[in-house]
Each structure stands twice: as structure tokens, then as C-alpha cells.
């Protein structure tokens, strides 16, 4: 078990500040549900914990106990135990599920697994997922359904056993039975193996079966709020608008990109309309 804590923390995605000074702890064994308006910086956050190249970290600091994430490179990360279960999983079709994954275990443990053994492992973890065992021998993620990927996400965190995993919208895509499915394997992972976890979701329904034990809301690049599930249950119900009143925050509109040509069309096209009047 190990606590990650996260200073002053300001990220950059291609020059543009996401994260403006960012404060969060999970202590060891914990689980923090993160919610926050769409395009306010969730994703960036778990993806500059975990090291994406395309998050630029200028600022603050991480730290898993006392290991400075921030000099570690993506692969040194995973293996002190961080594990990020992605919004968006990839499709990689040159690669063999099953192989990817043995590879993965055995790069994270000391002693290398048989294949009777890992076989072994991968069959117990895909009954729990409800992932049928013939999905191994297709390329990873390659045509999977979006619920398959969102439950081949939780494979993999189970197969890793980190310290402290992130899950971003695991929930999405997810059927009903599906995401008993998931918050049951969350349950365990966290009672049996004491893993902490930073999980991203836009609805109570997922917190409700994983029961949190702190709610922290992103809005703007910084955490703006913190405390029990009366706060996930709020949002659920009423949006975010009362956020503004109570932390005295402004929600700021993502920005739209002004196309010049579109512009210029719009603006002849209202000079005429209007000329023709
Ligand atoms: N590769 C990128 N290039 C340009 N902008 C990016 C890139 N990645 C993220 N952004 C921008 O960063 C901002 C924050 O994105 P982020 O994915 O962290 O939001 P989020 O809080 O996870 O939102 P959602 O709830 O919709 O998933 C958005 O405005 C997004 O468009
Ligand atoms: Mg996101």
C-alpha cells in the first residue's frame, strides 16, 4: 500500500494550461471519487500521473511515498505501482491479448510465470471480468466492444495488483450487469489487496456500488471541493451549478476554436440577409 500526493501541480497540453495548481492526496488504501465538468482537466490529471509525453508537467510535484513520479519514466511508474485503466482504450492490432499480457505480468513480477501458471491466472481474472477466455487470442482490444474494453481495463488492473489504480469513466459504455460486474472487482481489489484508487465518473450509479471514501471535484485545473458522497449524490441530481454559488467558482466554457472561414461566411451572410431587409 502506498500514498500518492500531488503539490501545486500545473499541466500543459499542446501550450495550453489545463492543470493550474492542482492539490490531492490518496492515502494508502483509499478511494477517491473524482467528478468535474467535461473538458476541466480529469483525464489530464490521471494521464500526467501516469507519464502520457503529451501532458507536460511545468510545475508542482508527485510523490508515491517517497519516489519522485515526476522523474520516472512511464514504464518505472507502472512498475512502483500506478496503473491507469484509460477513457479511451486503445485498439493495437499487431499485438496478441493473451501475450501482451503475460508480458505485462512478467515484466512487474521478480519471478517469471510458467505458462500453465499464467494461463492459470488470466482464467480465474476473465471468469471475475466475464471476459470469455478465446477473447486472449484476439489482438488487444481489436474490435472489442466499448464494454469489453472498459472490462479488459479491469483485467489488466487485477493481473497488475498496483498500489494505486486510476480509472477513467470504467463506467462508460458499461451495461447494468456489467457495471455490477466491475465495482465487484473494484470491491475486491481494493478489500483483498489494499489497492487505492482515484476513479473518474460523471454518475453516482458507480459510486453508489464502490462507496468512496472521499469525493474531490475538478473544476478549472484545481480541486474546488472535497468530501463525503453527499457531494457525488448532489452533482448527480442538480449539475454543477450550485458548485459556482458555494466555492465561489466561476465554470469556465471550454473555448471554441473561431474558424476564420466560417466566420467570414457567417458574417457576409448576416451583412446580406440583413442588406436584404
Ligand atoms: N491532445 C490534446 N490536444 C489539445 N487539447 C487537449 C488534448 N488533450 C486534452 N486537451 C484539452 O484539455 C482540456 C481538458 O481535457 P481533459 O481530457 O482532461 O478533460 P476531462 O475533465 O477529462 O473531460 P471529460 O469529462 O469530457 O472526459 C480539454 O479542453 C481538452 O480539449
Ligand atoms: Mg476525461
Given at each position: 500500500?502506498?500514498?500518492?500526493?500531488?503539490?501545486?501541480?500545473?499541466?500543459?497540453?499542446?501550450?495550453?494550461?489545463?492543470?493550474?495548481?492542482?492539490?490531492?492526496?490518496?492515502?494508502?488504501?483509499?478511494?477517491?471519487?473524482?467528478?468535474?465538468?467535461?473538458?476541466?482537466?480529469?483525464?489530464?490529471?490521471?494521464?500526467?500521473?501516469?507519464?502520457?509525453?503529451?501532458?507536460?508537467?511545468?510545475?508542482?510535484?508527485?510523490?508515491?511515498?517517497?519516489?519522485?513520479?515526476?522523474?520516472?519514466?512511464?514504464?518505472?511508474?507502472?512498475?512502483?505501482?500506478?496503473?491507469?485503466?484509460?477513457?479511451?482504450?486503445?485498439?493495437?492490432?499487431?499485438?496478441?491479448?493473451?501475450?501482451?499480457?503475460?508480458?505485462?505480468?512478467?515484466?512487474?513480477?521478480?519471478?517469471?510465470?510458467?505458462?500453465?501458471?499464467?494461463?492459470?491466472?488470466?482464467?480465474?481474472?476473465?471468469?471475475?471480468?466475464?471476459i470469455p477466455f478465446e477473447m486472449f487470442n484476439r489482438n488487444l482490444n481489436d474490435g472489442f466492444s466499448g464494454g469489453e474494453k472498459k472490462r479488459n481495463e479491469i483485467l489488466?488492473?487485477?493481473?497488475?495488483?498496483?498500489?494505486?489504480?486510476?480509472?477513467?469513466?470504467?463506467?462508460?459504455?458499461?451495461?447494468?450487469?456489467?457495471?455490477?460486474?466491475?465495482?465487484?472487482?473494484?470491491?475486491?481489489?481494493?478489500?483483498?489487496?489494499?489497492?487505492?484508487?482515484?476513479?473518474?465518473?460523471?454518475?453516482?450509479?458507480?459510486?453508489?456500488?464502490?462507496?468512496?471514501?472521499?469525493?474531490?471535484?475538478?473544476?478549472?485545473?484545481?480541486?474546488?471541493?472535497?468530501?463525503?458522497?453527499?457531494?457525488?449524490?448532489?452533482?448527480?441530481?442538480?449539475?454543477?451549478?450550485?458548485?459556482?454559488?458555494?466555492?465561489?467558482?466561476?465554470?469556465?466554457?471550454?473555448?471554441?476554436?473561431?474558424?476564420?472561414?466560417?466566420?467570414?461566411?457567417?458574417?457576409?451572410?448576416?451583412?446580406?440577409?440583413?442588406?436584404?431587409?
Amino acid at each position: 500500500m502506498k500514498k500518492l500526493v500531488i503539490k501545486n501541480l500545473h499541466v500543459s497540453v499542446e501550450e495550453k494550461e489545463i492543470l493550474k495548481g492542482l492539490d490531492l492526496v490518496v492515502n494508502e488504501g483509499e478511494v477517491v471519487a473524482v467528478l468535474g465538468p467535461n473538458g476541466h482537466g480529469k483525464s489530464t490529471l490521471l494521464n500526467a500521473i501516469m507519464g502520457n509525453p503529451r501532458y507536460k508537467v511545468t510545475e508542482g510535484e508527485i510523490f508515491l511515498d517517497d519516489q519522485n513520479v515526476l522523474e520516472m519514466s512511464v514504464d518505472e511508474r507502472s512498475k512502483a505501482g500506478l496503473f491507469l485503466a484509460f477513457q479511451t482504450p486503445a485498439e493495437i492490432p499487431g499485438v496478441n491479448s493473451s501475450e501482451f499480457l503475460k508480458a505485462a505480468i512478467n515484466e512487474h513480477n521478480e519471478k517469471r510465470l510458467s505458462l500453465y501458471q499464467f494461463y492459470k491466472v488470466l482464467d480465474t481474472a476473465s471468469k471475475e471480468v466475464n471476459i470469455p477466455f478465446e477473447m486472449f487470442n484476439r489482438n488487444l482490444n481489436d474490435g472489442f466492444s466499448g464494454g469489453e474494453k472498459k472490462r479488459n481495463e479491469i483485467l489488466q488492473m487485477m493481473l497488475l495488483n498496483p498500489n494505486i489504480a486510476m480509472l477513467d469513466e470504467i463506467d462508460s459504455g458499461l451495461d447494468v450487469d456489467a457495471i455490477n460486474t466491475v465495482s465487484d472487482c473494484i470491491n475486491k481489489q481494493h478489500k483483498e489487496k489494499g489497492t487505492g484508487f482515484l476513479i473518474i465518473s460523471h454518475y453516482a450509479r458507480l459510486f453508489e456500488l464502490v462507496k468512496p471514501t472521499r469525493t474531490v471535484v475538478i473544476v478549472n485545473g484545481k480541486v474546488v471541493c472535497e468530501g463525503g458522497p453527499e457531494i457525488y449524490k448532489k452533482i448527480d441530481k442538480f449539475g454543477y451549478e450550485w458548485i459556482k454559488k458555494e466555492y465561489g467558482v466561476s465554470i469556465e466554457k471550454e473555448e471554441q476554436p473561431m474558424n476564420k472561414v466560417s466566420l467570414g461566411t457567417c458574417a457576409t451572410k448576416e451583412v446580406i440577409t440583413n442588406g436584404n431587409k
